[in-house]
T-cell receptor, first 112, second 113 residues
């Protein structure tokens, strides 16, 4: 089975812009979670989607949003980018909620 | 979320066993103990998880204290490829709640020849 794929792998944006990141889960996995990783804050949970519904949300501002499609693919969007949004954004999929998670390689976002 | 405490870093020689400790004194009865590791420039990968009994798989063993307030991840023969940050995470798997993993700072394992 193919692993979790994330596109793009690298992205450079400027402050004030918005960005959309994409995640394709492992085939058959219905839960997709998103995490942000920075040197200062480490790995932090953003949100989780299951059956196209957001099931849990981390402590991030409303500029961070996401969605899940009927084929379980997920996107996350960050509007009005700030310098502090520069990070590695990781997507993880699992069969069901609470099951073992499989992580993708991440999207490295740099905000200038 | 129940918290875990791990040493910041550990060192091991190649081919030697490694015991990575984790304290979780506020663990609840429904919390599973998960271990993930993150190799350089990669996303985290699952290592092992358990509830009460010790667990073994091809990657590692997990020893859980009788009172469940601590656990130890055991790599039986460390290799250079095991150099990574190891995270001990509590997750209430069967509660029907979210998959949210709360990562701490983890233990950075260095393996030397």
């Amino acid at each position: 089975k193919a692993g979790v794929t994330q596109t793009p792998r690298y992205l450079i944006k400027t402050r004030g812009q918005q960005v959309t990141l994409s995640c394709s889960p492992i085939s058959g996995h219905r839960s997709v979670s998103w995490y942000q990783q920075t040197p200062g804050q480490g790995l932090q949970f953003l949100f989780e989607y299951f059956s196209e519904t957001q099931r849990n949300k981390g402590n991030f501002p409303g500029r961070f949003s996401g969605r899940q499609f009927s084929n379980s693919r997920s996107e996350m969007n960050v509007s009005t980018l700030e310098l502090g949004d520069s990070a590695l954004y990781l997507c993880a999929s699992s069969l069901e909620i609470g099951f073992r998670q499989f992580f993708g390689p991440g999207t490295r976002l740099t905000v200038l | 979320d129940a918290k875990t405490t791990q040493p910041n870093s550990m060192e091991s020689n190649e081919e030697e066993p490694v015991h990575l400790p984790c304290n979780h004194s506020t663990i609840s009865g429904t919390d599973y103990i998960h271990w993930y590791r993150q190799l350089p420039s990669q996303g985290p990968e699952y290592v092992i998880h358990g509830l009460t009994s010790n667990v073994n798989n091809r990657m590692a063993s997990l020893a859980i204290a009788e009172d469940r307030k601590s656990s130890t991840l055991i790599l039986h023969r460390a290799t250079l490829r095991d150099a990574a940050v190891y995270y001990c995470i509590l997750n209430g798997r069967n509660t029907g709640t979210a998959s949210k993993l709360t990562f701490g700072t983890g233990t950075r394992l260095q393996v030397t020849l």
